[in-house]
Structures are given as structure tokens and as C-alpha cells.
């Protein structure tokens, strides 16, 4: 069962399903190219993909449901900004550096309140961490995290199975033994990572 419905009192569209509705918006989302669209439409519309039973008492049906991937568009300030996590209260930013050496120089800043640390290190691995975030955005859950040649720098991206995301920075005082840590937790949700997917693309490969 998969539903459009639109309530004219409370002027809000429900999308209303049961597991098989579930699944198969799922997938008809999967399989939207980007930059495309595709169209989900009731039986007498010339469609199979929604029912004409509506779950609302009041609800007026919706007939015709189009699905649109846009392209994604880079901001004017994208590559300024690096790759970028924040809940408008925290900031978690991570820039290129330099040439490749033995890891990929980056420089990361992270703040919080009146908290500011910004160091330069190697990241050991781009590609894995881009791929867990990957993981995450597809599976809601899982851990996705970037590691450095200097050893007191992490960035651990988590999901926690419903569609919330924490990323979590800690940056140490680069002494040996560390003597100072900053850390920085962020709760995000899902919407957040494709943009994230993106500028690390963009950023570091």
C-alpha cells in the first residue's frame, strides 16, 4: 500500500505506506538517475505504483507523484570551505594541504562555544572514509572513520540506524605523549551526507 494524500485543513502532504509501500518507494527512489526523474501514478492515472484508497478521512488523493534526482550543484563557496560538518553550533572543516606525501595534508579545524583547535596532518585514507559515509547514507547504520600518520587525530562518522548521524573530531596537542585533546561531537542526520559524499570527492581524490 503506497498513498499520496493531501489534507486541505492542515494543508500538508502525507505519504502514507505498509512495508511493500515502503519498499517499493525505496526502490523507485534508488532507481532515479542523477539529473533525472521518474513518475509513481495510480491506475487511473496509467500507473500501478500508488492506490486510490486513502488512508485520511478527509484526505483528497494525489494521482501523480514525480520523483526528481537533481544533479548535485557545488556552492559558490564549496571549494573555500572544504568539506564541511556543522550544526550550526559546532564546526568540524578538513582542507587540503599540500601534495600527497605519505598520507594526504589536511588541515583541520574544529570549534565549539568558544573551543578552537586548527592543526595540519596526513590523512591515511580518503577513499575508505568517503566509501563508510557511502555505507552509512545507504544503510542508516555503521561507522565510518579517518585515521592520521600522526596518531592523536580522528574523525568518526557514525550512524545510528534510524537516520541520525554523529560525527565525532579529536584533535590532540600533537606533543608525544599528548598532554591536550579537543573533541567535538556533532548530530546530523542523513540529508547531511551526500554534500559530504561530494566535497571529500571534490577535496581529496
Not at 6 to 16: F, K, L, T
Not at 118 to 142: M, P
Request: hydrophobic fraction near 35%; charged fraction near 25%.
Amino acid at each position: 500500500m503506497l498513498t499520496v494524500e493531501y489534507s486541505e485543513e492542515s494543508q500538508e502532504v502525507a505519504i502514507c505506506f505498509d512495508y511493500a509501500g515502503q519498499r517499493l518507494l525505496e526502490n523507485a527512489l534508488k532507481d532515479v538517475p542523477e539529473g533525472s526523474h521518474s513518475h509513481l501514478m495510480t491506475e487511473s492515472w496509467g500507473g500501478w505504483d500508488l492506490d486510490e484508497v486513502t488512508v485520511g478521512e478527509e484526505a483528497r488523493l494525489i494521482h501523480h507523484l514525480r520523483l526528481v534526482h537533481r544533479k548535485y550543484a557545488q556552492q559558490s563557496q564549496g571549494a573555500e570551505q572544504g568539506v564541511l560538518f556543522t550544526d550550526g553550533i559546532s564546526r568540524i572543516e578538513l582542507r587540503p594541504a599540500g601534495p600527497p606525501a605519505l598520507g594526504t595534508p589536511t588541515r583541520i579545524k574544529a570549534s565549539t562555544g568558544p573551543f578552537v583547535a586548527e592543526v595540519e596532518a596526513e590523512a591515511w585514507d580518503y577513499e575508505k572514509f568517503r566509501n563508510g559515509i557511502a555505507r552509512i547514507h545507504e544503510t542508516l547504520s555503521g561507522e565510518a572513520e579517518l585515521t592520521f600518520v600522526e596518531g592523536g587525530h580522528s574523525i568518526r562518522v557514525t550512524g545510528d540506524g534510524q537516520g541520525g548521524v554523529e560525527v565525532k573530531v579529536v584533535i590532540s596537542d600533537g606533543r608525544a605523549p599528548c598532554q591536550a585533546f579537543l573533541t567535538v561531537t556533532i548530530t546530523l542526520n542523513q540529508s547531511y551526507l551526500p554534500d559530504v559524499i561530494h566535497a571529500i570527492r571534490r577535496q581529496f581524490s
